[in-house]
């Protein structure tokens, strides 16, 4: 792992192994031998150690947006000997949603890269769910169905995590059996990854999702039917069916069979769908089903379970209801994992899960959404102050869960900061610390620029998750739109010091790759945030008749879109043309590659048919998405608007909805292609917009 990430180096470090403190993983650094001496209780261990001796004495900075390894070619030697013991037990990673929002088309190199990440920053809990349709397929193929059978039941491969959760069948299938079987070849690499570094990763369950045919070829088989967001019925057998515990030994053996177990094993039951009942009876005999499928092959299982349907269900699942599902399972054998902590904690208003080992986590996504946004305050002092809280129960660990990854990356720093201490974190000195290692030297605009960042887009959120834009919402006069609340934490004036702050420091930080991402983030929120504005203002315009000033303003929010779209065109990290490619990569044929690249539009536009309820919920503020989808929806609109002015009629949103479903498919359905390589000088892009918008903004906000 040390030769990957720092090739030129890797022989200036000497390894060796020490036994944990008491329960805890621990390292430490030191000089021995003339070599930089890293020890750790295990390969997680010492890659921390890796770490946090370059952040240290290096000032180094690994991140998905852009790193700095600027090393010299003599590594500075350990002034003295650090010793590190975490408090966490667990440190878990990924959410099922991750797989698909973000890691939809990754390959094994990427994935790769992710692992090493993943031990620097000490995570030695990963979920680990790629590759499950080849163990479906088995499974379902040895109870005699055929690929027939199984073709209207496998989603397309934008969309397995929600197949896996029980949520949807079949949508933006047909699955190629090429996909799965290179999807099982991957699973195994990142498996023998994982545990080679320490890590102990979790692998799913069986919750009772079954093919729709299961009710032809078993008609005496006790099953349900439920909905989610919109899609066809899927069916789940009930625990109470003999058939269900056979099915989830089978299934469990099979997993271990393919890919080996650590006794760690996700399963949600009721992922975003209400049970039939609120029966504390019921609740508890399915708890025990589902565990007992686990313990009946690996005595050693663990249940790990999202809590997330605590928090998005909190009517139905009240203490009673809590309780009943819980209590079900042993306490040391099942791990509740509180998704959303840093925002809307379940484990102070459930005596700590009644008894059960839990993991704070940080949600911080949702979708992909790439908006400036985290809760700073919340993820430096949450997971400390939680530790030592007498009410916290059985805390054993820390976690990341967000929808999507590749966004924000100091809130991931931040809150990957807490793993190996037992306090909160100083974000007066943390930051500035952050932004000297992120851009490889200390810059007094640079720190000015992120205590605005910190007072502004990272100072909390009034809604869950960070703000959209208008600009990828459908179309409207309205303030918000569906999966688009535009609603700030911030006034938008206050946002543009950062911006101007970052600008004088391109001089001399022009060589930063995390600068360059960091710059062009800013001054694309801030135009995002100036589009909103700008909604607001021809929404107005056409309530008060005003059409010229209608044209004028609708007129000046495209070329903002067109704008943030060459700006992102700029840098690697925005472009649509990568996510459509990785995506027509993995086909092996022409049929295939246009099945991913339809699963690939999808995904981050409509989400499912032309009338889906999730469309926009995936919004990406991309090159390419903007001037290919966004822009040409919104001068639909305009058209549509002008025309009722033109004839003195009232413009039908109903009427422009329906219009724009059907555009938005073919676009779903399209071929065109976009740059996956960016093209310009990001720095110059940043500058360029901000003489050219400065004086407008000015203007804006004096106003408000």
Known sequence: MIKRVLPKHADQFQI????????????EVENGNGKIMLRGNNGVSVASALHHYLKTYTNAHISWNGSN?????????????????????????????????????????????????????????????????????????????????????????????????????????????????????????????????????????????????????????????????????????????????????????????????????????????????????????????????????????????????????AKFWQPTQIQALLNAVPNDKMIVLDLYSESKPVWNRTDAYYGKPWIWCMLHNFGGNVSMYGRMNSVANGPANALQDPKSGNMLGIGLTPEAIEQNPVMYELMLENVWRNTPIGLDSWLPNYAQRRYGQKNAAAEKAWEILRATVYNGAIKSGGPESIITGRPTFNKKNRWTDTDKAYRPADLIPAWEALLSASKDLKNSEGFKYDLVDVTRQVLANYADTLQQQFALDYKNKDTVAFRKRSQQFLMVIEDMDKLLGTHQDFLLGRWLNAAKGWGKTEAEKKLFEQNARNLITLWGDKNSVLHDYSCRQWAGMLTGFYKPRWSRFFTHVNAALAQGKTMSQKEFDEQSKDWEWQWVNGSESYPDKPKGNPLEAAANLYQKYQPLLKGQYALL
Not at 16 to 27: L, R, S, Y
Not at 169 to 196: C, N, T, V, Y
Not at 267 to 282: C, I, K, L
């Open 69 to 313: 390894l600027n090393l010299p070619k003599k590594l500075p030697s350990v002034t003295q000997k650090e010793r590190k013991v975490t408090p966490y037990k667990y440190r878990y990673y990924l959410n099922y949603c991750t797989f698909n929002y973000t890691m939809s088309w990754w390959d094994w190199k990427r994935w790769q890269w992710e692992i090493d990440w993943m031990a620097m920053n000490g995570i030695n809990m990963p979920l680990a769910v790629t590759g499950q349709n080849s163990i479906w397929d088995r499974v379902y193929k040895k109870l005699g169905f055929t690929d027939k059978d199984l073709a209207s039941f496998y989603s397309g491969p934008a969309y397995f995590n929600w197949f896996w959760m029980g949520n949807l069948d079949g949508w933006g299938g047909p699955l190629p059996q090429s996909f799965m079987k290179r999807h099982e070849e991957l699973q195994k690499q990142i498996l023998a990854q994982e545990r080679a570094l320490g890590m102990t990763p979790i692998l799913p369950a069986f919750t009772g999702h079954v093919p729709p045919a299961f009710k032809d070829k078993f008609p005496q088989a006790k099953l349900k039917k439920t909905t989610w967001q919109g899609f066809n019925e899927v069916y789940i057998l009930d625990p109470d069916d003999p058939m269900f515990t056979s099915i989830g030994k089978e299934f469990i053996q099979e997993e271990i069979n393919t890919f080996g177990t650590d006794h760690f094993y996700s399963a949600d039951t009721f992922n975003e769908n209400t049970p039939p009942t609120n029966d504390s009876t019921y609740l508890n005999d399915i708890s025990k089903k589902v565990y007992q499928s686990m313990a009946a092959v690996d005595p050693k299982a663990t249940w790990i379970m999202q809590g997330w349907m605590f928090s998005y269900s």
């Open 16 to 27: 060796a192994f020490i036994p944990k403190e008491g329960e805890n993983d621990v390292f």
